[in-house]
């Protein structure tokens, strides 16, 4: 059987997004359309996107599913690829509830554990994206994923068995692709260069 093959695809700008506001159901913005409209078939894989993806699956935020069309695929929404039930701070900006709650923001930051806002922790999501990943393996498919940085930070910590808290040293921008093959025992985090562009 082939190894199971996922690509992680971190949905494109949103509002929210750009002004650090938690959470929302957001749809892209138009510049964020226009990115993922604008992503070539050959940045996903050398051949269109469909092509090169037997299941593509989103959350079932807006952003998510938006940007999987945009791609040139139709996805089935699922929703343990959804982001962060933020609780109480849903749609408030960073900046907001440093000001109003600090030693919560503080205390979110630091320990994964924590839902301060009443929503999910860290330790939540990185459960329920861990119980995906693990629901993968041994498929032998090959799965585009469009879902939320968050739950990417927090599958490539399940997949490579590194401390949760790791999660924090993990950027992921918006229509950013990571790669992760099923090797029987091991998931193996694949980081590749676009193709180079064609000539003449």
Partial sequence: ???????????????????????????????????????????????????????????????????AYALGLAPALETALADCDYGDWTGRSLQEIAGAQPDALREWLSTPDAAPHGG????????????????????????TAVTHPL?????????????LVTYRQLDVEPLAIVRLTDHGRRWQLRLSAPPAPVTG
């Fill in 1 to 67: 059987m082939n190894p199971t093959s996922l690509r992680l695809v971190a949905h494109g700008h949103t509002a929210a997004l750009r002004r650090a506001r938690f959470g929302g159901d957001d749809a892209l913005d138009e510049g964020g359309r226009n990115a993922a409209l604008a992503l070539s078939p050959g940045v996903l894989g050398r051949r269109a996107p469909s092509d090169d993806t037997d299941a593509c699956l989103s959350s079932p935020a807006a952003a998510a599913v938006q940007t």
């Fill in 120 to 143: 999910e922790s860290v330790a939540a999501v990185h459960e329920r994206v861990g119980r995906w990943l693990d629901g993968q393996r041994g498929l032998g498919r090959r799965v």
């Fill in 151 to 163: 739950v990417i930070r927090v599958a490539v910590v399940h997949a490579l068995g590194l401390p």
